[in-house]
């Protein structure tokens, strides 16, 4: 128990290669990530943006990460790991953070969703960057270091509040965005020198050298076949739509629901935030990596039952009760603290290992359909009123539930024959 309980220390202290690349940096994305991320819808409204606007470019967003992610696997096994991740990194967030610094209305907004839509593209290479050639065992310990350098944030953020609270929020999250600009220039650079291409990767190269792009993509067709033949894959894509479509829904539409139908000041988000995070961080150092990826039942019915209560307690909430508005983010801390690398976890040892590259690609883009109405339906229903967003939440997480229970089951029945 002892080795187990000092065993995320132990990874971190003896990373190297692609891992200590790919993890050293993440705080040159999750720190400036932290910072204006609280306040991106307040942003977009303070700018002239209605809750359906703002629903509607969500929308785009996640349609726009369906393309991409159809393009991920094959561009990631044409160009490599390591090439892909440096040229779609800047796609992906270097000029949406330009874009949205310098924003005067809902078409620059348009315009960066399109482009940061290629997110899909470097989830897929960096996770596999980080994480091909590393063992199975480790992976719930790397997901929570991952978590915890994006986390770091959350000891930052009261320099958000007090330049919130001193120079206004839209003028103060426009060079939050440049700072993030700047950092991810830097990180991208970074993470190209430090690391290597994988082994897998390298295999993969060597298969694509001298074919065609869009012949790649038309033999995919077979892997996409075989995700839709595979219960457990369809199972484990329908789980990670319901939790992506819950987390969006609540990360555009909270802050709304809380500056104001709830009268709460718009500087007190990033109060909330770095609690939010430093609860987050100590579940990650202390109690994650105690959990085992193979016994997931438990720990993410809780993470759901959590967001359910969560959501409760924001549709019946009075206006002004800071204490229970503080109280649903302890809540949201902790249930995101389980979910998020169980939901990592369980995608990456449920797609076949020499295909996952355009096997996650795939598994992305179904996701993203399936989740992409889902903003603009929230939007609607908040333009009704702020709270019914969180019906919507609470649904998504009950049928996540639900999938969970079927996933375990099909565990416990492989073992049984086993």
Request: overall charge positive; hydrophobic content about 55%.
């Amino acid at each position: 128990m002892k080795e187990r309980h000092q065993s995320i220390w132990h990874t971190i202290r003896t990373l190297k290669g692609n891992e200590r690349a790919c993890l050293y940096t993440e705080p040159m994305w999750g720190i400036p990530y932290g910072l204006f991320m609280p306040f991106v819808s307040v942003y977009m409204a303070g700018i002239g943006l209605t809750p359906t606007l703002i629903g509607v470019i969500a929308t785009i967003g996640l349609i726009s990460q369906v393309v991409w992610a159809v393009l991920g696997g094959v561009l990631t096994d044409k160009f490599g790991r390591r090439l892909t991740t440096l040229i779609f990194d800047f796609i992906a967030w270097v000029i949406p953070a330009f874009l949205w610094m310098i924003a005067q209305d809902y078409r620059y907004f348009i315009a960066a969703a399109l482009f940061n839509g290629a997110c899909r593209v470097t989830e897929g290479s960096w996770t596999l960057l980080l994480m091909e050639d590393t063992k199975e065992e480790k992976l719930i310990r790397i997901f929570s270091i991952i978590q915890i350098s994006a986390h770091i944030s959350g000891f930052f953020a009261p320099i958000a509040y007090y330049f919130v609270q001193r120079y206004a929020m839209v003028p103060t999250v426009r060079w939050l965005y440049g700072f993030f600009f700047a950092s991810m220039v830097a990180k991208i650079i970074l993470v190209y020198v430090l690391s290597k291409e994988t082994s897998v990767g390298l295999r993969r190269m060597e298969e694509c050298r001298g074919k065609k792009i869009l012949h790649r993509l038309w033999d995919s067709r077979r892997v996409l076949l075989t995700m839709l033949k595979s219960r457990r894959i369809m199972l484990t894509i329908a789980f990670i739509a319901c939790f992506t479509g819950l987390r969006s829904v609540s990360d555009m539409f909270w802050p709304l629901l809380v500056t104001g139908k709830l009268g709460i000041a718009a500087e007190n988000l990033s109060i909330f935030s770095t609690i939010k995070t430093l609860l987050m961080l100590c579940s990650y150092i202390f109690l994650v990596p105690r959990l085992n990826l193979r016994r997931f039942r438990n720990p993410v019915g809780l993470g759901l039952a959590l967001f359910i209560a969560m959501a409760v307690c924001m549709l019946l909430m009075p206006k002004g009760l800071f204490a229970f508005v503080l109280l649903t983010v302890l809540m949201e801390g902790a249930a995101l603290s389980l979910l998020i690398p169980f939901s990592s976890g369980l995608q990456m040892v449920n797609v076949d290992k020499e295909e996952r590259a355009r096997m996650l690609g795939f598994f992305y883009a179904i996701c993203m359909l399936f989740t992409s109405p889902l903003t603009t339906v929230a939007g609607v229903l908040a333009d009704v009123d702020a709270s019914l967003p969180f019906v919507l939440i609470i649904c998504l997480a009950a049928a996540a539930f639900l999938i969970t229970r079927t996933l375990w089951k099909m565990d416990r029945a492989e073992i049984v024959t086993e």
